[in-house]
C-alpha cells in the first residue's frame, strides 16, 4: 500500500496529520474501519505508528532552495543528473523529468537505506530515465562515473545529514533524543561517536571541538569528557549532551550541545575531508573538459594523434552544492573561485544564493543553507554572460 504522494494528510486514530509538499490524501473513515475491523484495536496502532513513519521518512524531507537549483541547472532530455546525496531524494524527484526521455539519474549516498528510499522515489516515477545507485563516499563518485564511461551534465551535492536521520534516535545525530552516540552517516562504517570519544587524546578532542565546532569552551569540553570516559564510558547522545550543558550555560534559543554535536558528526564521518577530495575531482573534471573542448576543434588528422580522455563532467556542465556551515561553504567557495579565475568555470547566479524568507518559513532547515553553482566553461567562444544564465 503507497500513502506517499509528495505530500500526505493522513488521517489517523489520534487525529494526527503528517504533512509534505504536493498531493493529498485523506484516509477515509469507511477505510479506517476495514482496518480496525480486520486488524483488531492494538494491531491498528501499531500499523498507524508505521504508516506514520513511512510518511514522515519519506515525506519529511523537504530539498532545501528547490527552484533556485532547477533553474540553475536548465536540464534537457538525454542529459546525465549526478546526485552526490541522494537522501530521500527530494531533490532528484524534482530534477529527472528534465531529463526525460532518455537521460541518466546517478544517485549516491552512503547510507544505504536512504539510497534505496531515493531510488525508490525516482523509479516511482516512471519517467523513461535509466536510474543507476552508487553506494558509497562522493569522494569517490569522479572515478566511479568516468569508470562507467558515464558524463555528467549537472552535479548537485546537499551536504550534511537527512531529516529521516536527525530524526531516528538510534542513529545518534540529536542531542535532543537519546540513543547510542552513533553518528555514522554510513552505518556500517567502523567508527562511531563514542569510538572517536573513547580513544582520541585530551589536545586531539580540544582542536575537534574548536575546529569543526567553532566552540569556544573546547578546553574545558575536552577535559570533562577525558575525566568522564575514566569513571565511564560515553555511550549515549544524552549522557554527551548533558556534559556539555553543565559547562556551556544556554544563550538564547541554541543548545549549548549544537556546537559539540556538529563537531564530533564532522570528525565520525571525515566529512570536511569527504568534501575537499570532491572539490578536487570537480577540478580535475573541469580540466578534462577544457581539453575535451579543445580536441573538438582539432581537424580529424590532428585528433587522430592526441589521446583523447573523457573526464566524468561534460564540456558545459553544472555543478552546485549547497552547504550548511561555514566551514563547508569556505571550502566550496575557495575552490570554485580557483576554476573561475583559471577560466574553466563561470559563476551561475548570485554567489551564494540563500533561501528566500517564505522558503525559511516553510523549511527551517534552509536557513542556514548556501548554494553556490559553478558552469565549467567548455568552449570561451560559447561562454554566456552571467545576466543570461
Ligand atoms: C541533506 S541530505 C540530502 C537530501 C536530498 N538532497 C533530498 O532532497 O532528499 C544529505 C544526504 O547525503 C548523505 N551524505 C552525506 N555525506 C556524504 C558523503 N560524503 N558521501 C555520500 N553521501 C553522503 C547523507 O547520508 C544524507 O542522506
Known sequence: MEIFGGGVVLGLPNNSAYIGSNAVCVAPLGWQRALYRSFG????????????????????????????????????????????????????????????????????????GNLSRACGR????????AVEPIQGNFAALPRAIAQHSWQADAVLADLGFASNQMENAQRGFSFSRDGPLDMRLDPSGSTTAADLLAILPEAELVRILREYGQERAARPIARRI???????????????????????????????ATRTFQAVRIAVNDELGSLEALLAGIERGARQAA?????????????????????????????????FHSLEDRLVKRAFGR??????????????????????????????????????????????????V
Open 226 to 256: 577525558v575525566a568522564q570516559r575514566s569513571r565511564e564510558p560515553i555511550r549515549t547522545t544524552l549522557q554527551l549532551a548533558d556534559l556539555v550543558r553543565s559547562i556551556v550555560r544556554k544563550n538564547g534559543r541554541i543548545d549549548p
Open 41 to 112: 484495536w492494538l494491531y491498528f496502532q501499531r500499523l498507524s505508528g508505521y504508516l506514520r513513519f513511512c510518511v514522515t521518512s519519506r515525506a519529511a524531507h523537504i530539498p532545501v532552495l528547490p527552484d533556485e537549483i532547477v533553474r540553475a541547472f536548465c536540464l534537457e532530455s538525454g542529459q546525465t543528473y549526478v546526485d552526490c546525496t541522494a537522501g530521500l531524494g527530494g531533490h532528484a524527484v524534482l530534477l529527472a523529468s528534465g531529463l526525460a526521455p532518455g537521460g541518466r539519474v546517478v544517485l549516491c549516498d552512503l547510507d544505504e
Open 339 to 388: 576554476l573561475v579565475t583559471a577560466g574553466l568555470a563561470e559563476p551561475i547566479g548570485s554567489q551564494p544564493t540563500s533561501a528566500s524568507q517564505a522558503e525559511v518559513a516553510q523549511n527551517p532547515r534552509s536557513r542556514s543553507a548556501k548554494l553556490r553553482v559553478i558552469r565549467i566553461v567548455a568552449d570561451k567562444e560559447q561562454k554566456l554572460p552571467t545576466y543570461l
Open 122 to 129: 525516482v523509479g516511482d516515477l516512471d519517467l523513461q530515465v
Open 291 to 323: 581539453k575535451q573542448a579543445d580536441n573538438a576543434t582539432l581537424t580529424a588528422r590532428q585528433a587522430d594523434m592526441v589521446v583523447q580522455t573523457h573526464g566524468w563532467l561534460a564540456p558545459g556542465a553544472r555543478v552546485g552544492i549547497v552547504s
